[in-house]
């Protein structure tokens, strides 16, 4: 028995993962580029991004978006963790294109939810529970020291979540690159 050829992507095919796509790395670069902006001058600013992530904790419209988002993540994750198994284990036949992308975006997805998982969620979580404390404009002394230790913590990360999504965003373009050619003249 002959190991069959993953399917061919079609350009509709592109549609749901570009919005995810778009999405998330919107979220990802506005929450970066604002911690940048916010770390550049401290003692000024830095009470703009405690208030960021108190407001981010309980997001008034975005968090019925993003529940809707996270009902579908889990049909998509278990698609695209298939789709690395198969490439992996030779389930499937495809390009070296579409295998290789496979995977990236099968090890890119494992890494995006255990960062947020088991980072990004916690140190969020120590920011908001200072917010109170570090959310006063003009910080000085020691209080603007623990709160830059704290919000220093989140830069990383943030950095780290908007690389993976790009990641991501690649790892489709590979995939629908990667398709193979197909003979209208063959049959399987």
Not at 83 to 110: E, M, N, P, Y
Not at 145 to 151: P, S, W
Request: charged share 20%; hydrophobic share 50%.
């Amino acid at each position: 028995m002959s190991t069959p050829w993953k399917d061919n992507l079609a350009p509709g095919d592109m549609i749901m993962p570009a919005i995810f796509n778009s999405f998330f790395i919107g979220q990802a670069l506005i929450e970066h580029s604002f911690g940048m902006w916010a770390r550049a001058v401290p003692e000024e600013r830095l009470h703009h991004l405690f208030a960021f992530y108190a407001w981010k904790s309980d997001q008034p419209i975005l968090k019925y978006i993003m529940l809707a988002l996270l009902l579908l993540i889990p049909f998509a994750l278990g698609a695209i963790l298939l789709d690395g198994v198969r490439s992996l284990f030779g389930l499937r036949k495809a390009t070296t294109l579409r295998h290789a992308a496979d995977v990236l975006q099968a090890v890119t997805i494992v890494t995006i939810v255990a960062t947020i998982a088991l980072q990004v969620g916690p140190t969020e979580q120590s920011i908001v529970d200072l917010a109170s404390k570090c959310g006063a404009p003009r910080l000085a002394g020691k209080a603007l020291l623990a709160c830059t230790d704290t919000i220093s913590k989140i830069e990383p990360l943030s950095l780290a979540l908007l690389v993976l999504n790009i990641l991501m965003a690649i790892g489709d373009y590979l995939k629908f690159r990667g398709n193979r050619i197909v003979d209208e003249t063959k049959t399987d």
